[in-house]
């Protein structure tokens, strides 16, 4: 008996047409930008961190972090204050004043120290919380419904999902605390110092011609146009800077994952003899690196050139403009120094964007790889609400497979296969006959990791559905865990592990059970290909899909292992894809795939 997907031939034009619709389809689950701010978008992904189960302590360390830096403004006031009396002081030439300032010194040095210390603590505490929230939530999202594997099948920019969730995670999170820190420090600095330092200025009288202009407070216009000039030419000069940093970022992590994948596939490049082309590969990458390297020093050098001259004129101009006044006797030298100290904090705290500026952004490179990231994550859920024609999987309570219009469609936008129609009974055997694109489409189908395209399948409401695929997973570590993987199966016991292994002739493994090792470098394929089968059965499934298991055995062991399956799991339904030669009495029938141009042609 043979299932045929569709009944009757399509016009051309029916087929072009379904053609284009399915590149739209496919098209739909390419991720896009989002219209709204970076900041926007980071606060939906990142900021009901704060309204997780630890919310309580996560706003107690808050909180400390606010009351830290509050207090650490305040001693700031206060050691402004200590300048004037240290000075006058000084100028007095009054030792008890002096050594009643160097106790008053004491006493701010000590609470500044345990002031910075808690906050460095609440601080770093903060960063590690919100950091295991977002990477666990990241994590999850990834690591489900095998989203993981559908982002490897979808457009957009978030390749290197291993460094996005193991470094940029980690620069987001401890950044926004730093940068939130620092920037609500000048806040506040910025209100108690605008102040004082309107105080400590007085007023300006300039003669023009007949008229006399009083301006009052004028060192703190002075100190806004200053910072006001800082921050717009910082704006103007370092904007090339997160282009650059988000460049060198993404070069960094190609070239990671390069060496990565070397490390992996270390055996067949060795017996290819293939080193030659993986140096050239990743010497080509480490130029991208070198090249965006120098792009970011260039944008650094004119950063810092502007700003080293910048900070250098904060701490000059001030004393040279009231240098007058104090040789005029109209202050004297604590005020002085008293003022050009708040003025130097003044402009510091408004120049916060010009010293961040570097942070910021790397930041906002990183910011932006998460929230590509996870754009990427959404755009793999297997029903999407965009997405009104992607193939639905459903559980029944009926005990057969089924096909309803089931239409699959390739990454480029083509029909791989369309309308599959068709019922699959409990205990049958079906060997898959189609391409192998089309065959590994419709497993993945099955497993809920292609929703591309359109149509229903419909599985038995039954939790023994495993597959086999050619080339199986098998986890660092001891093989009898390895061969229980994953972890949530139910352990048997050694002896019913022993006779299984021995069925399949692979005796000479069982004193290695509690070995350590890499399993997948230390036994062959077709071993691993066995086992794999062992540990499908050792779970008693209803269901297995086979795609090219026993494609690295011998034939005689091949027959030995599907002999093993029959006689261990007779009710067991079987579909089979696979591209050798195999017994067609293991099968009871067929299931053809085609696409519509082979269905048009024949």
């Known amino acids: 008996m043979i299932i045929r997907d569709g009944t009757d031939m399509e016009p051309q034009t029916q087929l072009d047409e379904r053609v284009r619709r399915a590149a739209e389809i496919r098209h739909q689950w390419r991720p896009t930008r989002n219209t709204g701010s970076t900041l926007l978008q980071l606060a939906q992904l990142a900021l009901p961190f704060w309204k997780s189960s630890k919310a309580i302590s996560i706003w107690l360390l808050t909180a400390l972090v606010f009351l830290m830096i509050v207090s650490q403004v305040l001693l700031m006031v206060w050691y402004s204050i200590w300048n004037a009396?240290?000075?006058?002081?000084?100028?007095?030439?009054?030792?008890?004043?002096?050594?009643?300032?160097?106790?008053?010194?004491?006493?701010?040095?000590?609470?500044?120290?345990?002031?910075?210390?808690?906050?460095?603590?609440?601080?770093?505490?903060?960063?590690?919380?919100?950091?295991?929230?977002?990477?666990?939530?990241?994590?999850?999202?990834?690591?489900?419904?095998?989203?993981?594997?559908?982002?490897?099948?979808?457009?957009?920019?978030?390749?290197?999902?291993?460094?996005?969730?193991?470094?940029?995670?980690r620069l987001v999170t401890e950044t926004a605390i730093e940068l939130f820190a620092s920037g609500l420090y000048a806040i506040f600095l910025l209100i108690s110092f605008v102040g004082l330092l309107w105080a400590l200025s007085g007023s300006l009288i300039l003669h023009l011609g007949s008229m006399n202009v009083t301006i009052y407070g004028y060192m703190v216009w002075l100190a806004f146009a200053f910072a006001g000039l800082g921050a717009f030419t910082t704006i103007v000069i370092g904007r090339r800077l997160v282009v650059a940093t988000d460049q060198r970022q993404s070069a960094e992590a190609k070239y990671r994952f390069a060496l990565l994948s070397v490390r992996e596939h270390a055996q067949s490049i060795a017996l290819a003899h293939g080193e030659r082309d993986e140096r050239d590969h990743l010497s080509h990458l480490f130029k991208i690196i070198r090249n965006a390297w120098h792009a970011q020093s260039i944008a650094y050098t004119r950063l810092t050139l502007f700003s080293s001259g910048y900070s250098w004129l904060a701490t000059g101009v001030p004393l040279v403009i009231l240098a007058p006044r104090?040789?005029?006797?109209?202050?004297?030298?604590?005020?002085?120094?008293?003022?050009?100290?708040?003025?130097?904090?003044?402009?510091?705290?408004?120049?916060?964007?010009?010293?961040?500026?570097?942070?910021?952004?790397?930041?906002?490179?990183?910011v932006e790889r998460v929230l590509r990231l996870h754009e990427a994550i959404e755009a793999t859920h297997p029903a999407p609400d965009n997405c009104p024609d992607g193939i639905k999987v459903y559980k029944t309570p009926g005990p057969k497979l089924v096909f309803r219009g089931v239409t699959a469609v390739s990454p480029s936008g083509e029909i791989v296969f369309a309308d599959l129609n068709g019922e699959i009974m409990p205990g049958e055997r079906v060997l898959i006959e189609a391409s192998p694109q089309a065959a590994l489409a419709l497993f993945r189908i099955v497993g809920g990791l292609w929703p591309w395209g359109k149509g229903i399948v419909e599985l038995p409401d039954d939790s023994g559905v495993l597959f086999l695929p050619e080339r199986p997973y098998f986890p660092k570590g001891r093989l009898r865990a390895a061969l229980l993987y994953p972890s949530q199966a139910r352990l048997p016991d050694d002896g019913v592990i022993a006779a299984a292994v021995n069925a399949v002739g692979l005796a000479h493994l069982l004193p290695r059970l509690d070995d350590e090792a890499d399993w997948e470098q230390e036994i062959p394929l077709a071993e691993q290909q066995a086992l794999a089968?062992?540990?499908?059965?050792?779970?008693?499934?209803?269901?297995?899909?086979?795609?090219?298991?026993?494609?690295?055995?011998?034939?005689?062991?091949?027959?030995?292992?599907?002999?093993?399956?029959?006689?261990?799991?007779?009710?067991?339904?079987?579909?089979?894809?696979?591209?050798?030669?195999?017994?067609?009495?293991?099968?009871?029938?067929?299931?053809?795939?085609?696409?519509?141009?082979?269905?048009?042609?024949?």
């Open 85 to 169: 009396d240290f000075y006058n002081a000084i100028e007095r030439k009054s030792m008890d004043q002096l050594f009643a300032q160097v106790y008053v010194y004491g006493t701010i040095l000590l609470m500044s120290m345990g002031a910075a210390a808690t906050l460095i603590t609440a601080k770093r505490g903060l960063q590690i919380a919100w950091r295991t929230w977002l990477t666990k939530r990241l994590v999850g999202e990834w690591m489900r419904d095998g989203r993981h594997y559908r982002l490897q099948e979808i457009g957009g920019d978030h390749e290197n999902e291993d460094g996005r969730i193991a470094e940029d995670v």
């Open 326 to 366: 104090y040789f005029a006797g109209d202050i004297t030298l604590g005020v002085l120094v008293q003022t050009a100290m708040v003025f130097g904090q003044v402009t510091s705290t408004l120049s916060w964007l010009l010293d961040n500026y570097p942070r910021i952004a790397e930041w906002e490179a990183s």
């Open 533 to 602: 089968v062992i540990r499908a059965l050792l779970r008693h499934p209803c269901w297995i899909f086979m795609e090219n298991a026993t494609a690295a055995m011998e034939t005689t062991d091949e027959q030995t292992l599907l002999s093993y399956i029959e006689t261990a799991r007779p009710d067991c339904t079987i579909l089979t894809i696979t591209h050798r030669e195999i017994d067609q009495r293991l099968h009871q029938r067929s299931l053809q795939l085609k696409t519509p141009v082979e269905m048009h042609q024949s």
